[in-house]
Nanobody, 120 residues
Framework: QVQVVESGGGLVRAGGSLRLSCAASGNGFSVDTMGWYRQAPGKERELVAGFTSGGRTNYADSVKGRFTISGDNAKNTVILQMDSLEPEDTDVYYC??????????????WGQGTQVTVAS
């Protein structure tokens, strides 16, 4: 079993910055990817940024140039630095961890979500 703990988020004015952190912990697993998703009420959860164990990153078009994801493979943590925030970035943000067990099975785990609110 993998535990996913998120921190960060909050309220900020448009143009401001916030940082989200996510840590995965547990025994008997290796992390393949970690990423941040967001979801507005009544909408599907969408990828914001992803980070692979090989160090590759990918971003939603709407956040390219404004958000930066970085990770520490040894600690199984990722950080999402969000700059130049816009009111449209207001959502609940979720950390997703894709991990592989010793037996080779792949599982995905979600954090509890953290609210990001950007005031205009």
């Amino acid at each position: 079993q993998v535990q996913v703990v998120e921190s960060g988020g909050g309220l900020v004015r448009a143009g401001g910055s916030l940082r989200l952190s996510c840590a995965a912990s547990g025994n008997g697993f290796s992390v393949d990817t970690m990423g941040w998703y967001r979801q507005a009420p009544g909408k599907e959860r969408e990828l914001v940024a992803g980070f692979t164990s090989g160090g590759r990153t990918n971003y939603a078009d709407s956040v390219k140039g404004r958000f930066t994801i970085s990770g520490d493979n040894a600690k199984n943590t990722v950080i999402l630095q969000m700059d130049s925030l816009e009111p449209e970035d207001t959502d609940v943000y979720y950390c997703k961890v894709v991990a592989k067990s010793r037996a080779g099975f792949t599982f995905q785990y979600w954090g509890q979500g953290t609210q990001v609110t950007v005031a205009s």
